[in-house]
């Protein structure tokens, strides 16, 4: 198969399709009959991207709505019984996509889970009560009178002060012994703590969006159909069920245009 073959027929079933694009910062993308491919993208991707991108068109021909709110297994493969189908496909999308283990911020988050707990080992040689849950009140009324108190919301801050003669000063969260040298080492450690926080919160958010994404019906189909490409056998290997019942969907003509571009395969 070429890529050149794939986008002559989605051109000869009425779709657009642009390979010059950035894709909207993706590797590419489909809506309302057009489909992008990121002019970025290696040369190896590009097959599966376009499949990816021509699964979702597909599926809008069965769900038409589904752009929304990224349709329904249900209607994807013409059934209720739709838990095995899914734990089957989350586990095609995990070997088609590695992104979707979010392997690399799992990580990050479990170095910062360490950190926090040895900023926290810190704070309680000197103040074994210390909770992370509850108010560190020697700490508040050290850092009502310091500049400190700034970095506790940001990592950097730059301060500007004076009219006529303007004073900037920059503080970082790594130079805190050298900015405050009155500071208790406790208490910054505590600072960091708490940045550590931020972070980890905020990677989480991240973990939980991606795998919010890489959950939807259409985005589990869309890479169900890749990997159908990149390692058939691996994917009737690992979602038997899944595999039975889309072939069988298929060949009845269920989804529209769809046999035509397996046939390339």
Do not use: W
Request: include cysteine; aromatic fraction near 12%; glycine fraction near 4%.
């Amino acid at each position: 198969m070429e890529a050149k073959d794939l986008i002559k027929y989605f051109k000869s079933i009425g779709l657009e399709v642009h390979t010059t694009t950035k894709a909207r910062g993706h590797q590419g993308f489909y809506m309302k009959r057009r489909i992008d491919i990121s002019k970025n993208i290696s040369e190896s991707r590009v097959i599966p991207t376009l499949l990816h991108e021509f699964a979702h068109y597909v599926h809008s021909r069965i769900e038409p709505f589904m752009e929304r709110n990224g349709g329904t297994l249900e209607v994807l493969f013409n059934t209720d019984n739709i838990e095995t189908i899914e734990s089957e496909l989350l586990t095609v999308t995990s070997f088609v996509d590695n992104q979707s283990r979010c392997e690399k911020l799992k990580h990050y988050k479990k170095l910062i889970k360490e950190k926090i707990i040895d900023y926290e080992k810190i704070i309680k040689n000197r103040y074994p009560k210390f909770m992370r849950s509850k108010k560190f009140k020697e700490f508040d009324k050290y850092i009502k009178k310091s500049k400190a108190k700034y970095l506790l919301k940001y990592d950097r801050i730059k301060l500007v002060s004076g009219l006529l003669f303007k004073k900037v000063e920059v503080f970082t969260i790594d130079n805190i012994e050298k900015d405050f040298t009155d500071m208790p080492v406790e208490f910054a450690a505590y600072i960091r703590l708490k940045s550590c926080q931020k972070r980890q919160s905020r990677i989480s958010s991240k973990i939980n969006r991606l795998q919010k994404y890489y959950s939807k019906p259409t985005e589990l189909f869309a890479r169900f159909i890749e990997g159908l490409y990149l390692n058939p056998c691996q994917v009737k290997t690992t979602a038997p069920q899944t595999y039975e019942r889309f072939i069988k969907l298929l060949d009845s003509g269920y989804y529209p245009g769809l046999q035509e571009v397996i046939d390339m395969y």
